[in-house]
């Protein structure tokens, strides 16, 4: 029983995955089915990617609001370039760029400045926004030139290529935090600022690190999401930072900081993409969606100030 139970408690979430594949392959026969497997798989990717965002700097103990306007940016700037240059590796730099010099211009206000992360990313979430809408002057872009799309379309081996570049993010995230100084600093801060500055740790430069880090994913993104759809829209990424957060808090990412895992934050993206998937296979309206979508968010942070009072005894 008792080896059962830590099962339970390590890979607990994962069996939620399991059982919520399975009673949506009750629900509606078209989901188990390998064309639809695919598509959740590629229209997650960039979820996925916003939830490693959210994950780094979760463990660091702070987040980001403006993580859906900066990938919609992010996209904007990345079909710019290749319209320019029709280079793929140079539009997805100009992606990452874009999106890491966001990230890291709100670092610095939290970092020196001591202002809480909320407010920050919030300014920066609606000035990015309103970026977007006077980059593109309110329109959607449709020229996006001859290679962009293939990146977000094509397949190698049968497999979409953003599910193969999702799985090498996955692999260089997972080995940062569970295997470097630099992630063990993370949880380190997100524990006890105080502690781990008392041991040597230079707070401040670890969490502009994590921002930078955090734009990265954020930059991928906003590539992958745009290359996908093929086109330039003002308004993308609208919410999607609420939708990064609840997928890493349902894979077990703590807001208290200190506490989580890559994996997790994997698990938890696609389970928020199946819960969608299934939603829009069952001809749900999309503005029933939102509401559940604000419910899976509440539910996700809800569980995780339950579980942090549960281990403290309260």
């Given at each position: 029983?008792?080896?059962?139970?830590?099962?339970?408690?390590?890979?607990?979430?994962?069996?939620?995955?399991?059982?919520?594949?399975?009673?949506c392959?009750?629900?509606?026969?078209?989901?188990?089915?390998?064309?639809?497997?695919?598509?959740?798989?590629?229209?997650?990717?960039?979820l996925?990617?916003?939830?490693?965002?959210?994950?780094?700097?979760?463990?660091?103990?702070?987040?980001?609001?403006?993580?859906?306007?900066?990938?919609?940016?992010?996209?904007?700037?990345?079909?710019?370039?290749?319209?320019?240059t029709?280079?793929?590796?140079l539009?997805?730099?100009?992606?990452?760029?874009?999106?890491?010099?966001?990230?890291?211009?709100?670092?610095i206000?939290?970092?020196?400045?001591?202002?809480?992360?909320?407010?920050?990313?919030?300014?920066?979430?609606?000035?990015?926004?309103?970026?977007?809408?006077?980059?593109?002057?309110?329109?959607?872009?449709?020229?996006?030139?001859?290679?962009?799309?293939?990146?977000?379309?094509?397949?190698?081996?049968?497999?979409?290529?953003?599910?193969?570049?999702?799985?090498?993010?996955?692999?260089?995230?997972?080995?940062?935090?569970?295997?470097?100084?630099l992630?063990?600093?993370?949880?380190?801060?997100?524990?006890?600022?105080?502690?781990?500055?008392?041991?040597?740790?230079?707070?401040?430069?670890?969490?502009?690190?994590?921002?930078?880090?955090?734009?990265?994913?954020?930059?991928?993104?906003?590539?992958?999401?745009?290359?996908?759809?093929?086109?330039?829209?003002p308004?993308?990424?609208?919410?999607?930072?609420?939708?990064?957060i609840?997928?890493?808090?349902v894979?077990?990412i703590?807001?208290?900081?200190?506490?989580?895992?890559?994996?997790?934050?994997?698990?938890?993206?696609?389970?928020?993409?199946?819960?969608?998937?299934?939603?829009?296979?069952?001809?749900?309206?999309?503005?029933?969606?939102?509401?559940?979508?604000?419910?899976?968010?509440?539910?996700?942070?809800?569980?995780?100030?339950?579980?942090?009072?549960?281990?403290?005894?309260?």
């Open positions: 029983m008792a080896k059962l139970k830590s099962i339970v408690s390590h890979h607990g979430i994962k069996f939620v995955l399991l059982l919520l594949i399975i009673g392959s009750i629900i509606n026969p078209n989901f188990f089915t390998l064309d639809n497997a695919i598509n959740v798989a590629r229209q997650t990717v960039p996925a990617l916003i939830a490693f965002a959210e994950a780094i700097l979760l463990i660091n103990g702070r987040t980001d609001l403006a993580a859906g306007s900066t990938m919609c940016l992010a996209g904007l700037v990345a079909i710019s370039v290749s319209v320019a029709e280079n793929t590796i539009a997805m730099l100009a992606a990452c760029g874009v999106a890491m010099l966001c990230s890291c211009f709100s670092s206000f939290v970092a020196f400045f001591g202002l809480h992360h909320y407010i920050v990313t919030l300014a920066m979430q609606m000035a990015i926004r309103g970026f977007c809408y006077v980059y593109t002057r309110g329109m959607i872009i449709t020229q996006t030139g001859e290679k962009f799309k293939n990146l977000g379309q094509n397949s190698w081996l049968g497999i979409p290529l953003p599910i193969i570049i999702l799985v090498i993010v996955f692999v260089a995230f997972e080995i940062l935090l569970a295997r470097t100084r992630g063990r600093n993370f949880y380190a801060i997100g524990g006890n600022s105080e502690a781990a500055r008392a041991t040597g740790i230079d707070v401040k430069k670890h969490t502009i690190i994590a921002y930078a880090i955090s734009g990265i994913f954020i930059g991928i993104a906003g590539y992958l999401f745009a290359s996908r759809v093929n086109t330039g829209t308004n993308a990424g609208v919410g999607w930072e609420g939708q990064g609840a997928s890493a808090v894979g077990g703590s807001f208290a900081g200190g506490v989580g895992t890559a994996s997790g934050a994997l698990v938890g993206a696609f389970i928020m993409g199946i819960i969608g998937n299934i939603l829009n296979l069952e001809a749900v309206n999309s503005y029933i969606q939102q509401i559940v979508n604000a419910a899976l968010i509440l539910f996700a942070v809800t569980l995780d100030v339950v579980t942090k009072r549960k281990k403290l005894g309260r």
